[in-house]
């Protein structure tokens, strides 16, 4: 069973986004799968990695797209992204030292949580605007 599921309330109305956004449900999907079957910690860390490399990418594909179009939310937008960026930057340092051998529910549960709070919140808000402006 996945820890998250996409539906309709986390679509943005952003074909693009959209589909970044489910890629990133299915990553933590994947990430949380490896935890219950209790993966090594080198196939943990991987998955770990990828999801991270894919969230920048994702959060630098928004933020490119606000600053062309002048989103007048970007400042606040592109805060929150780094500070997800600096909190799983520390997951990550503190599971590849060994401080921690396991990804934690807590971990997993902060992902999903995260993820739909700022998707159906922060991320909501850029749908019409950028519909507006032709992006569909």
Sequence with gaps: MPLME????????????DNEHKKLVAMVNELFDAVQAGRGKDALGKIL???????????ANEERYFQQLGYPDL?????????????????QQKYHSGAT?????EVMNFLKNWLVKH????????????NGKGIK
């Design 75 to 91: 400042a606040a937008h592109k805060a929150e992204h780094d500070a997800l960026a600096r909190q799983v930057l520390d997951v």
């Design 101 to 105: 051998a396991t990804l934690s529910m």
């Design 6 to 17: 996409w539906n309709d309330k986390l679509s943005v109305g952003v074909t693009q986004f």
């Design 119 to 130: 998707i159906q919140g922060t991320d909501k808000k850029y749908g019409p605007f950028l």
């Design 49 to 59: 990695d990828g999801l991270i490399a894919y969230t920048k990418t994702h959060f």
